[in-house]
């Protein structure tokens, strides 16, 4: 890097501090020269109001563009190199503003760089699969290699003549940094776009962690090279080199094992001592004295000394805590503008041979970066979409560094800082995978059969709710069930998210083990429950807002039926509110929206934990739970699961419906209509289950009658009909207050009637109706002793569903019959699906 000198003027002593507004106002043009209040001209004579007034400008002008640009997709980061390029035209900078702003951006850009070092798990190296080797390393060295041949073309003697500093040397330097892979900066991006946990997010990260480990090593190398090539006495290049490797062996051998020793000493749970955190600053800032010597070496020193913290808790999160706010608010903000206020010119002199020479390297290093990330994907038959958009992250820029080719980057790192996240916007999408064609609900089971559940746990609270909530269900041997359970951390002090499966890890130290305590009481669980329940546990560490990947992928990848997620509000006993917590809402409205399967949200009153034991010895109680059926996919999902709990003899289940009394039902509904009745037809005839018929007229009727239940039943369960009308509910939606819960969820769990029974809302599997709601498929089994009666029940069926299905076909197969339709085209294509299946119950 060559030095490049400012002269500045500066007046000893510096004033910093005006007299304030008060001397301004005061101030009198006719006054005597010599006068205290003449001359007052608080801007060009005071540094700090002139500093103030600089950053104010600086955000303000930023958050104006950032208003108009964040319509088109473009990031902040974009807003804030326009407000700089602006600033730098509209405002008369002195050569000392910009060098104290950039100061401050230097100084703020060190911390980044220290703070990303401390999110950073450094063995994660150790844990890369072959394919994120394969990329990180090819995607540094092969565009490294494909530069050498335009540089050794294109300089030749002459150059060398008309220059100080040779420029095949020069160039030859730089070529790292144009082949450069940023594990920040991919982080930083990965965030934004919301996929840091997602298969993509963790292939580009684990990819980046070599990538940037390699481009560390060639800095240095390069640097070395750089010094001993430019200076005659080799022994200041050994010098260099030699402290590098000093700091490196300090860093690794002293350091290190002194902050691993305060993170043992520390007490768990418990916060670091203030002091290590203030011992930590003073060697950061140790850092940054050490480049003055080094030149380049401040983009390592801070980010070395960053990996040597260790992440997480205590340390590694107090730290981030405590400045990552203050980085990412205020000092990387002045670092991007102040990096475009240097911007003298906006055209590239392509007239300039190292200019021109520069950028055809660098267009190259893009591509070929973009063509060698691409391939390794493609081989291991990852699908083309999301290949490219792997091998456009691959491919990001983030850093400017030398001042002759600072127009051309710029404008490099502008385009790419664009292009990039809006094309892999548009190429992946991590909810896609979740809707297929796979029904994965409770009414698609068979009777009896395994039952897959994934449950969520955020707090030990929630560890009582599902566990009571599984025993109500009433696993055995014949009807056995599987839960998967996740628990939810917030990431804090660590750059990567971390998904832990407990069943894999035979050992587990107390530093890594963030689930003991849920580990325990499911294990308790599995023990009450033997032979009839198997638990898996997970925990996942990740931003509040890319969650839901987690329970979604887990969902997925388990063939899960059910979801159940706890509400976001909490309540004591008395019934008063004891936390209401704006994030989990936001999650479960995101799982909601991108669930693979069916979901429901568990509101515990605390008398689930009341009644029903755990300990397997006492006698258990008898249970009532209510189901209040108005009709639609959601209520009979919700009444499916209330008839598997109702199989337990201690379970009282009272099923409600509430009918239209009207009865006007629009032809759009009749097969809903009709699939509720068949629904309905078992419960009223079933002995065990108790029906209850209630015609109401609107809403408000149905609060009435559902305000006098609840202190009738221990649990209640809806269907959340997520904009579904009906009359039954009329006048209802204005009032809600919840509409993750459905109109009759927010009705129950409004502090109206708090304290009363806990209620469980469902809400059936989206994502399959609405990729394939053009298919309707309906399966229909029924006790069938001979062929006669097979042909009866079959002449029977036909005649309910005549209504719509002018021509039904029977097709008998060895001991079933199959009645198909297709009707015309979409959006009236429609195929029902019944088999009669010999000797089996009607369901």
Known sequence: MVNNLTQICITLPPKVQSPGLGRLLMHDENADPSSTTSGYDWYNKYALPRLETHIALIFAVTQIVHFFLKRLGLPLFTSQLIAGMILSKAVPWTDEGVQIIGTLGIFGYGLFL???????????????????????????????????????????????????VDPKLKTLFLLPYYALTSLPVINVLLSELKILNSELGRIALSSAVIGDHVSMFLMIMGNVLRVWTQIVNHKVALGDLGSVIAFLVVVAFVLRPAMLAVVKRTPEGKPVYQSCIYALMLLFLGCLCVTRWFDQFLLLAPYILGLAVPHGPPLGSALVEKFEGMVENLFMPLFVTSCALRLTTMTIDFNNKMTWVNASIGIVALLVKFVVSLIPPLYNKMPKRDAAALALIMSSKGIVIEQGHFTFMFWVIICVANIVPILVKCLYDPSRKYAGYNKRNLMDLRRNAELPIVAVIHVPDNVNSVINLLEATCPTKDSPMIVNIIHLIKLSGLATPIFISHQKRLRTTTSDCYSENVIVAFNKFIGNNWGAVSVNTFTAVSPPSIMHEDICSLALDKLASLIILPFHRRWYIDGSVESDDELIRALNFRVLERAP?????????????????????????????????????????????????????????????????????????????MLDAIMLREVKTNGYINYVEKEVADGPETATIIHNMVNEYDMIIVGRRNNEESQQT????????????????????????????????????????????????????????????????????????????DKLTLQPCLGTARVSKWACPPPHQLKLNVDFALGSRWW
């Not at 099923?655 to 032809?667: C, K």
């Open 730 to 805: 009329t006048g209802l939606k204005e009032w809600s207050e919840c509409p993750e819960l459905g109109v009759l969820g927010d009705l129950l769990a409004s502090i109206d009637y708090s304290g009363r029974c806990s209620v469980l809302v469902v809400q059936q599997q989206e994502t399959v109706l609405l990729s394939n709601q053009q298919r309707n498929h309906f399966v229909f089994e029924g006790l069938l002793k001979d062929s006669m009666a097979l042909v009866a029940s079959t002449k029977t069926f036909m005649q309910e569903f005549y209504c719509i299905h």
């Open 597 to 673: 399967c069916s979901v429901g949200i568990l509101i515990d009153r605390v008398n689930l934990r009341r009644v029903m034991p755990v300990d397997g010895l006492s006698e258990k109680p008898s249970y009532r739970v209510a189901m209040i059926f108005l009709g639609g996919n959601d209520d009979r999902e919700a009444l499916t699961f209330a008839r598997r709990m109702a199989q337990e003899s201690t379970v009282i289940l009272t099923v409600a419906h509430f009918s239209n009394a009207e009865n006007n039902r629009g032809t759009g509904e009749d097969w809903d209509h």
């Open 114 to 164: 220290f703070l990303s070092g401390v999110k950073m798990d450094p063995s994660m190296v150790s844990r890369v699969n072959k394919r994120s080797w394969y990329i990180g390393l090819l995607s540094m060295l092969v565009p490294l290699l494909s530069m050498l041949p335009i540089m050794l073309h294109e300089f030749d003697e002459k150059d060398k003549e008309n220059h100080e």
